[in-house]
């Protein structure tokens, strides 16, 4: 899965899940350019940083004409602050709707010829909040949905030159981990919800775009890759008070 040569902008790249997927495809011999509003607080080595607004589509336009190559765009930007959907107007939610669905589609067409010439493919970074309900976030949640299935369309539209396709990504440790769940003691107890144990890491994420964005997966265009430590196990099995203990002669559930 080495990335020798090839060059990826990976936006809102400069921490969290972003960081390390830039970091990712440094160690896989990338030339990376992060871009963000904001620089990042610590350097990335090997990464080059342009400010950018995703939001701001002549800015978008603007990078990516002054980039000579381009071979892999993972649209990393998005997040959304935990609100009820009472609790603001439809201007705000259209806003998260704005940065997490319209910002990606209107950067990956800036990107297009680029990456039409180079043979290269894009990554989308979504959610499973966009496959179950997601109180609080309700908005973010629909937008990663549309994500996931532009992504899909994308892939049809724009094959063979272009691969699509999508992380469905589940909680991961990051800076801002504490803002979400609380203390050390909330994020174990969460964690414990996931099969696996623990939060994923930003450079978990990166090790999937890497293969994602490689020669490995030249044949994988339009699939979502679940990326969440086996999910989240189910609530009725915490809540049930039934004896599993097995009894011969009974049938299994189906």
């Known amino acids: 899965m ?4 090839k060059v990826a902008v990976v936006t809102g790249g400069t921490r969290g899940v972003g960081a390390g997927i830039a970091r990712a495809f440094v160690r896989a011999g990338a ?8 620089p990042p607080e610590a350097p990335l080595p090997g990464t080059e940083f342009v400010p950018l607004d995703v939001r701001d589509t002549d800015a978008v336009g603007r990078l990516f004409a002054g980039l000579p190559r381009l071979d892999v765009l993972v649209n ?3 997040g959304a602050p935990h609100r009820l959907l009472t609790e603001a107007g439809a201007d705000r939610h259209a806003r998260v709707v704005e940065l997490n669905l319209l910002a990606p589609l209107a950067v990956s067409l800036a990107a297009y010829d680029r990456l039409r010439r180079a043979g290269g493919s894009i990554v989308m970074i979504g959610s499973v909040s966009g496959g179950r309900p997601s109180p609080g976030t309700a908005a973010y949640g629909a937008a990663k949905a549309g994500l996931e299935s532009l992504a ?24 801002l981990s504490h803002l979400h769940y609380g203390d050390q003691d909330g994020i174990d107890a969460v964690a ?26 030249a044949y994988i265009s339009g ?12 609530a009725f099995l915490d809540a049930a008070t039934a004896d599993h203990t097995p009894v011969a002669g009974q049938g299994e559930l189906t």
């Open 31 to 38: 030339e990376v350019v992060v871009c963000a509003r904001r």
């Open 76 to 78: 990393n930007a998005g």
């Open 2 to 5: 080495e990335l020798d040569g």
């Open 223 to 234: 699939a979502s890759l679940l990326v969440h430590g086996g999910g989240e196990r189910p």
């Open 152 to 175: 899909r369309s994308m892939a049809v539209e724009w094959a063979p030159d272009i691969r699509v396709n999508t992380l469905v990504v589940g909680m991961v440790r990051t800076e």
């Open 192 to 217: 414990r919800t996931v099969p696996l144990g623990r939060f994923a890491q930003p450079s978990d994420v990166g090790a999937a775009a890497v293969f994602l964005a490689s020669d490995a997966a």
